[in-house]
């Protein structure tokens, strides 16, 4: 794909300069307080505490420690460890804690539930809130009724909703601050009965629906995030004139495109057979599919940041980092789960099938969905540093559905789209840099975007002060005309057929001899052991008291310890070593890791492409 002014995405492999990483330390320094706690997108640079003397440090690294620096050292790494066994043991508590109080969404703000479709004739797991304050300011002091509403669907891709509002610096808080009346739609960690897509995007429409009426006159925008995306633009092709401008983060719609080398993940299904394996989980589990299945999928594509990094950091900066770590992980670690029908549905059309770019995705009988029938105008939010929906995979459908510029323009169609250079995929919804600049110059430009001529366009945000937090005309926006043949991209299409094939008849075999025998064996109770069992659940509440009692006397020991710590200086000579180190073990993974994509490259090769 070719992108004529955006950068070119980063390898794995890279070297980054010294210059640039000086750079990275200075700006993440002043804006740490900005960052998710995980280090799971790309941020092996943008965790590390800049130093707080750099002459110093030079002058202490260079000197050999002293039998002081070490008795210091040897005494901090106790405090440190006893205080990064107890964030571990409060994580469990707080995943059990949310277990037990029905794993509710995450949101940092009050709302009131509009309409609860569990409750429809066609019961659902989703519900349509209403954001009723923000910062002690309730909805009358803060909405500007001449202002669109906006809608934000979170992805249903393993865990639970907030992740577009969990704290005020984030996309809901951005578009209350913007005036805009903010809805929220949730759905509930079980599905209903035999749940499907058709149900989901019906419930959507109804929800819009509703949103529509109290705003006569203003149709609603609609945000969606990472998943929920494509589900959004079945929505505005099924809902001409009822809404208004969509705007996608991170969201993939051409599943089959990538960088060979730098997305493994679109080549996965091939190699574990199709959809069969997703049915055959969904069975054992009663009929349900585990979220948790996903969020393992998540860490398996980069295990060094993972299972290494992000813990590294945490024991490393304890301090500082066990606050912003926890607030995280209480969302990471809920997860929710889908219907045997959806997850199908989601696996046989858009991941394997790669139907919605190629107008084949069936939404119910009779009605198949045609992404050229949207008519209101598309904002795509990509990010270079995503490799969950890196910009491929993000814009690739566009060359897919229109012919070229000319064949847009005469759909009438308005196309815009902008990218960030490094930020991960999680970053675009929960970095409060990113909602700060980048989603509040979205909704600050609607209205410029929806009086753009019919076009594909690259929004360009010109911020001279490098303040996230500055209005217009502080900054400037400009959209630069660009080519839709620009966009396409050679992928392998022949040997993705072959997948689908493949999936298809394996399938077939499953769903007539195996699938039978595993729904009778499954029970609600097997299915709650299988649950539990999970090793993204046990890994962490393992560390909880309640299973794990040694856990008792490292609470005891944090409690004094936290209180009367005095953490050595960023600089300590040995600090600096035992980050080196940290460093090198990530490396090692990392290599290891692009060892693994190889051969799962070379084994797609081999089975797909040249399968002779």
Same mark, same amino acid.
């Given at each position: ?30 804006? $740490?307080?900005?960052?998710?706690? !995980? ?20 002058? *202490? ?5 002293? %039998?002081?620096?070490?008795?210091? #050292? ?5 405090? *440190? ?6 964030? @571990? ?21 009050? #709302? ?5 479709? *569990? ?20 909805w009358d002091d803060c909405v500007d009724s001449d202002k669109p509403p906006v809608i934000i669907v979170d992805p249903r891709a393993g865990h639970g909703p907030g992740i577009g509002g969990f704290k005020r610096d984030s996309e809901v808080g951005m578009a209350m ?14 599905? $209903?009965?035999?749940?499907?897509? %058709? ?23 609609? #945000? ?8 959004? !633009?079945?929505?505005? /092709? ?17 599943? =089959? ?14 190699? @574990? ?19 948790? =299945? ?36 209480? =969302? ?33 009988q009779g009605c198949t969905a045609d992404l050229r029938r949207i008519r209101n105008p598309i904002v795509i939010f990509a990010s270079y540093g995503d490799n969950i929906a890196p910009p491929h995979q993000a814009l690739g459908w566009i060359p897919a559905v229109y012919?070229?510029?000319?064949? @847009? ?31 509040? /110059? ?55 057929? *072959? ?8 399938? /077939? ?13 499954? !029970?609600?109770?097997? $299915?709650?052991?299988?649950? =539990? ?12 008291e309640a299973f794990n009692p040694w856990m008792k006397w490292v609470s005891m020991m944090a409690d004094p310890l936290a209180r009367s710590r005095q953490p050595l200086a960023q600089h300590h000579p040995l600090i600096e070593r035992e980050r080196e180190a940290a ?19 070379? /084994? ?9």
């Amino acid at each position: 794909m070719k992108i004529p002014t955006s950068p070119q995405k980063p390898r794995t492999s890279q070297r980054t300069t010294a210059v640039g990483k000086e750079a990275a330390v200075q700006w993440t320094h002043r804006h $740490a307080k900005d960052l998710p706690p !995980t280090v799971l997108d790309h941020s092996e640079e943008l965790l590390k505490p800049a130093p707080q003397d750099a002459s110093s440090g030079m002058k *202490r690294a260079a000197e050999a420690p002293s %039998a002081q620096d070490y008795f210091d #050292y040897q005494r901090d790494f106790f405090e *440190r460890t006893v205080l990064f066994w107890d964030t @571990l043991r409060q994580r469990a508590n707080n995943m059990l804690e949310h277990e037990r109080a029905g794993l509710p969404p995450l949101l940092d703000f009050k #709302y009131e539930t509009l309409l609860d479709a *569990r409750s429809f004739e066609r019961s659902v797991n989703y519900a349509l809130l209403r954001i009723t304050e923000i910062d002690g300011h309730c909805w009358d002091d803060c909405v500007d009724s001449d202002k669109p509403p906006v809608i934000i669907v979170d992805p249903r891709a393993g865990h639970g909703p907030g992740i577009g509002g969990f704290k005020r610096d984030s996309e809901v808080g951005m578009a209350m601050r913007e005036g805009h009346p903010v809805y929220f739609v949730i759905f509930f960690p079980e599905p $209903a009965l035999g749940q499907t897509l %058709a149900d989901v995007l019906h419930v959507l429409r109804r929800f819009a629906e509703e949103v529509a009426l109290r705003h006569p006159g203003n149709p609603p925008v609609l #945000y969606g995030n990472c998943q929920a995306g494509w589900a959004l !633009t079945l929505l505005s /092709a099924d809902c001409a004139g009822l809404v208004g401008p969509v705007v996608l983060n991170g969201s993939p719609l051409s599943y =089959w495109a990538g960088e060979s080398g730098v997305n493994p993940m679109r080549l996965s299904g091939g190699l @574990l057979g199709g959809s069969w394996l997703a049915h055959l989980t969904a069975d054992l589990g009663n009929g349900r599919f585990d979220g948790a =299945w996903l969020a393992q999928n998540f860490e398996n594509l980069k295990p060094e940041k993972a299972v290494w990094e992000k813990y590294a950091q945490l024991f490393t900066n304890v301090d500082s980092e066990q606050a912003r770590f926890l607030e995280f992980e209480r =969302w990471w670690n809920g997860f929710y789960f889908l219907s045997r029908e959806e997850i199908l549905a989601i696996v046989e059309n858009l991941f394997i099938g790669n139907q919605l770019e190629q107008g084949l995705f069936q939404i119910c009988q009779g009605c198949t969905a045609d992404l050229r029938r949207i008519r209101n105008p598309i904002v795509i939010f990509a990010s270079y540093g995503d490799n969950i929906a890196p910009p491929h995979q993000a814009l690739g459908w566009i060359p897919a559905v229109y012919s070229d510029t000319e064949d @847009l323009k005469r759909a009438g169609q308005r196309i815009v789209y902008l990218t960030n250079p490094h930020v991960g995929h999680l970053g675009i919804f929960v970095s409060a840099g990113v909602a700060r600049l980048e989603h509040r /110059a979205i909704l600050e430009s609607l209205a410029d975007i929806e009086a753009l001529a019919p076009g594909l366009y690259e929004m360009k945000i010109d911020n001279p002060s490098g303040d996230p937090d500055c209005h217009k005309p502080s900054f400037s926006i400009r959209y630069e005309p660009r080519e839709v043949e620009d966009l396409k991209t050679d992928y392998p299409q022949e040997a993705f057929e *072959r997948v689908k094939q493949v999936s298809t008849f394996n399938e /077939a075999l499953y769903r007539a001899f195996v699938s039978p025998w595993a729904q009778a064996l499954s !029970t609600p109770g097997t $299915a709650e052991v299988l649950k =539990w069992l999970h090793p993204m659940r046990s890994s962490r509440y393992l560390f909880s008291e309640a299973f794990n009692p040694w856990m008792k006397w490292v609470s005891m020991m944090a409690d004094p310890l936290a209180r009367s710590r005095q953490p050595l200086a960023q600089h300590h000579p040995l600090i600096e070593r035992e980050r080196e180190a940290a460093g090198q073990v990530t490396h090692a993974l990392g290599r290891l890791r692009e060892g693994r994509d190889a051969a799962i490259e070379q /084994a797609f090769r081999l089975m797909f492409q040249h399968p002779g």
